[in-house]
């Protein structure tokens, strides 16, 4: 049973506050801002319900915060997802990527920043609960964040793991399979960089459309997260996994999901139909998935909180 406690020396509390969410039974959610360290900043929500499990839900690429959003891209995935859990009497913690604590502060040097970066954040936040009392843990990792999620679970044992979204093929791949269809002109001149970052060979320069991609002070960055292959890496787990993919995602087919569900066959396996990429139901074309990105507004595909919840309880 969990005893979740914490004092003002363990963590930094920001606020706190008591909230009722529509549209679930009336049930009082304790909310606290919690600063694990420098870098970790993050939400705690906690049900009324003694000794509930806990799930940790991890962001997908880019500087991602609690709440699913970046700069530009509001529409609060993450945040929705974990009031929809915590109401169904699951604890959640989410929290900011270490590069939206750098971008606030003004320090960010992405030649510095490596993939494991973001395993090392996560092993330290389930250390501090598991510090804190918590026994019953699920990682939730949205898109890049599953692959974060599978290492850390190596590193630090948890309950349960679920992947949100997340890829089975390594991201050079998936990078190379986008272009072939996207800009197939530039599949040739991306495979020759790919191969030179996976021997550890600077790229001088790439054409304007890959500078993105594979400009000089991000290339350590890529190299780090091509070293990691998902399906593999799932496979080291002895752990219940749940593996969820969307019909209507545009970033991450449901392909992806089968290629985990088959290197893992005991995994959990759940196709939501007309669910895409920020979790939301789509029930047109691409202009309307591509639109969800910034509307916070829009419920969540129900079915992704029964599914979750559903696995983290049982």
Known sequence: MSTRTYTPSGILYLGLLFLTFSGFAQKQLKVADIAINPLINGTL????????????????????DRNGNQQVLKNDALKKLAEGLSAQGIATFRYDKRLVAMLRKGNIDEATIKFDDFVTDLVTVINHFKEA???????????QGALVATLAAQQAP???????????????????????VQMPFLTEEATQAFEKLKNNIKIDSVSAPLSSLLRPSLQPFMRSWMLYNPAKELQKLQIPVLIITGTKDLQVSEEEGDILAK??????????????????EIEGNALENSKSYYQPSLPLAPQVITAISDFIKN
């Open 158 to 180: 948890v309950s349960k793991l679920v992947s949100l979204e997340g890829a089975g093929h390594t991201i050079d791949a998936i990078i190379l399979e986008q272009l072939a």
């Open 263 to 280: 290197a893992t066959p005991s995994a959990k396996r759940v196709h939501i139909e007309k669910m895409n990429h920020v979790l939301r």
């Open 45 to 64: 929500i906690t049900p009324p319900e003694t000794g509930a499990p806990l799930a940790i839900i991890i962001g997908g690429s880019g500087p991602t």
């Open 133 to 143: 009392g918590d026994t019953t843990i699920t990682l939730i990792g949205h898109s």
